[in-house]
């Protein structure tokens, strides 16, 4: 696609309920990110995946959240039995490489998850 | 451990004037990258301006400028000629040598007013 896709946009689910946050990133690009905005926040780094591999889960908050990533491209984030504390606006973002070049990572618009 | 801080939750331009939005950064590596993101309210992230650690100009793009001082591990953002739509949270990023992690600081608000 023409840019970095995430679905649903907003969902919102009842408490201790599973949730699956979907990412679809820029074709070729080998590198996603999630990350988690609470209202007014930055940007808290959850994890990024190489390919399919994740060098990095140390942002993932809790045993509750996990990722992965098949066949290079689509990613899952998955929320179990969520809590009120994990409503957020969850961003995906890919860049076409790791290193430190004008590699800029370009961002999904986001799926704003509502704990009730 | 790489960190970003930026200092300013907020700040104020009139419009047509210059602004300056800080940020320092932390690390231990010799080569990285700084990135400046816009997110209006829209919630949009939209990318700005790039320096890397062994760019030895600082790095501009049309009303944005990177004022870059490695010695003092800041890289502020300058946007020259203030517009009504430059209202928006602005952040700061790193990427460290690795080419991994992505961090951002908590970023700045910036409106600018008529």
């Known amino acids: 696609g023409a840019g970095v896709s995430q679905s649903p946009s907003n969902k919102v689910t009842e408490k201790g309920k599973d949730v699956e946050l979907r990412c679809d990133p820029i074709?070729?690009?080998?590198?996603l990110y999630w990350y988690r905005q609470s209202l007014g926040q930055g940007l808290e780094f959850l994890i990024y995946?190489?390919?399919?591999?994740?060098?990095?889960k140390s942002g993932l908050p809790s045993d509750r959240f996990s990722a992965e990533r098949t066949g290079g491209s689509v990613s899952t984030l998955t929320i179990q039995r969520t809590q009120q504390e994990d409503s957020a606006v969850y961003l995906c973002?890919?860049?076409?490489?790791?290193?430190?070049?004008?590699?800029?990572?370009?961002f999904g618009q986001g799926t704003r998850l509502t704990v009730v | 451990a790489q960190k970003i801080t930026q200092t300013q939750p907020g700040m104020f331009v009139q419009e047509k004037e210059a602004v300056t939005l800080d940020c320092t950064y932390d690390t231990s590596d010799q080569s990285y990258g700084l990135f400046w993101y816009k997110q209006p309210s829209s919630g949009e992230m939209i990318f700005l301006i790039y320096?890397?650690?062994?760019?030895?100009q600082n790095a501009t793009e049309g009303r944005y400028s990177l004022n870059f001082q490695k010695a003092r591990k800041s890289a502020n953002l300058v946007i020259s000629a203030s517009q009504l739509g430059d209202s928006a949270m602005y952040f700061c990023?790193?990427?460290?040598?690795?080419?991994?992690?992505?961090?951002f600081g908590q970023g700045t608000e910036l409106s600018v007013k008529p």
């Open positions: 074709s070729g690009h080998t590198a």
């Open positions: 990023a790193m990427r460290g040598n690795q080419g991994g992690k992505l961090i």
């Open positions: 995946f190489q390919g399919n591999s994740a060098p990095d």
């Open positions: 320096q890397g650690s062994y760019d030895e």
């Open positions: 973002a890919s860049s076409p490489r790791l290193g430190t070049g004008d590699t800029e990572a370009f």
